[in-house]
């Protein structure tokens, strides 16, 4: 009878590992093997859920705003913009995880075709007939990093274009009521994630009149050439016009970042592992006593 009993109780120590070892596992993930391949939603209460653009068509930008160069030189976005040529408005930071490289990269990729005559129309150049102005979304990014970023997609140019490019593409940098100034006259909103030391933002690009008024948003990371030309059209006559494109957002959202989860599979697993101890200690002192009778 001794025997059967032990043995009962080394079946239940057995179960007991099982459990540990892989029933909390599976409790971490309810779904199963394939809840990984979901792609978690965000909850209301979500800080990057705020990253959206209000579209301000007409809006002007504020011209008496103040930043500084990357080489540098203290401008105010009224010198940056002055002229007779419309500009495209962009808002990165070059420590972006994904969405400001393959936006730069989509905008620098399409520059060399817009130079390309169509219809016995002349191609449009970077520095010739538009500009360029990328804000800094990060205020404390040393201006040499700033500086290589730009050069970084200078060089992705055709190397008859880095010249005009160069004076014809600004990077600014400016302190964060700055930025945040000139963002909400355009309507782009952004904030910072302080758990991943990331900044959440959509990809737009703000086409503006020689004003600084908005003229057209344009979304996405792959820009249509033929799109390209006529929003530049229009903002240099300052003529409004709707916007394009689908609109992605940067961010990354761990679901289990702020949640109890982790804390409630550590503590099944220590319960767990609890138990088979108790059990290995009981089994151990019955073995015991039955020794010694």
Request: neutral net charge.
């Amino acid at each position: 009878m001794a025997t059967d009993r032990t043995r009962g109780l080394w079946l239940t120590l057995a179960i007991g590992l099982l459990v540990a070892t892989v029933a909390t596992p599976a409790l971490a993930h309810p779904g199963g093997a394939d809840a990984d391949d979901d792609i978690p939603v965000a909850p209301p209460t979500y800080k990057g859920n705020e990253v959206q653009v209000q579209e301000h068509l007409g809006n002007k930008v504020p011209l008496d705003a103040s930043f500084t160069t990357s080489d540098g030189k203290r401008v105010t976005l009224g010198e940056v913009l002055q002229g007779d040529i419309p500009t495209i408005l962009t808002f990165n930071y070059s420590d972006c995880p994904m969405l400001c490289s393959l936006q730069l990269n989509g905008l620098s990729k399409v520059m060399p075709e817009l130079t390309q005559k169509v219809d016995k129309l002349q191609g449009f150049y970077l520095g010739g007939h538009f500009k360029i102005v990328t804000i800094d979304l990060e205020p404390k990014e040393p201006l040499d990093k700033l500086a290589r970023m730009k050069a970084k997609y200078i060089d992705r140019l055709p190397a008859w274009q880095h010249d005009q490019a160069a004076a014809g593409w600004t990077f600014l940098k400016g302190d964060e009521a700055t930025i945040r100034r000139v963002a909400d006259a355009v309507g782009f909103g952004y904030t910072y994630l302080p758990d991943r030391a990331e900044w959440a933002h959509p990809a737009a690009l703000i086409f503006l009149a020689t004003s600084g008024a908005v003229t057209r948003y344009v979304y996405g990371i792959d820009f249509d050439v033929a799109m390209m030309r006529e929003s530049l059209m229009l903002a240099g006559k300052a003529e409004s016009a709707t916007a394009v494109g689908f609109m992605n957002r940067c961010y990354h959202y761990d679901p289990e970042a702020n949640s109890h989860a982790r804390a409630g599979v550590l503590a099944l697993r220590i319960g767990a592992a609890g138990f088979v101890v108790l059990l290995a200690a009981t089994l151990g002192l019955m073995h015991f006593l039955r020794k010694q009778r």
